[in-house]
Structures are given as C-alpha cells and as structure tokens.
C-alpha cells in the first residue's frame, strides 16, 4: 500500500475511494431518468389526445361552414328563381 501525503496509517477504505456507492448512484440515475422518460411519453401521450380533440373540432367547424355557404347559396339561389 502506497502512502499518501497526510496518511497516518489506518485503513485504506478511509482515504481510496468507495466504488460501491458509484453503481448504486449510477443505478439510482438509470432510474431517475426512466422515470422521467415515463413522463414524458405520458404528457406527450396528453398531447396527441388533445390535437386529435382539436382536429375533430376544427373539421365540425370547417363542415359548418361550408354548409352555412351552401345555404346561402341554394337560398339565393330559389330566391333568385322565384323572384325572376
């Protein structure tokens, strides 16, 4: 065993450094970031919910209004062939 300057014996475990507890913080980061993927991919999983809702109202308002056109149309148009 090598000394090290300030070393006054002992043992080594004071002084080399514990690689034990760097798998268990490299296993408790794996988690943390599993846990924010899961996150993730449930907010994004909210997110294609709602553009889907917000299509569907987008197509009911775009239908609607070409059927108030339509309306118009055919209106003026029996006006127009009636009235003439």
Known sequence: ????????????FLYEPF???SVHRIEAHE???EARL????????RLEVAME???RRLWTALYGV???VLAE????????GLGG
């Not at 899961?38 to 999983?45: S, T």
């Not at 149309?73 to 127009?80: C, E, P, Q």
């Open 38 to 45: 899961a996150a993730i991919e449930l907010h994004v999983g």
């Open 1 to 12: 065993m090598t000394r090290r300057k300030g070393d006054t014996g002992g043992s080594r």
């Open 31 to 33: 988690k943390l970031v």
């Open 73 to 80: 149309v055919g209106r003026a148009y029996l006006d127009f």
């Open 66 to 68: 070409a059927a108030v």
């Open 53 to 55: 809702r917000l299509e």
């Open 19 to 21: 690689e034990f507890a």
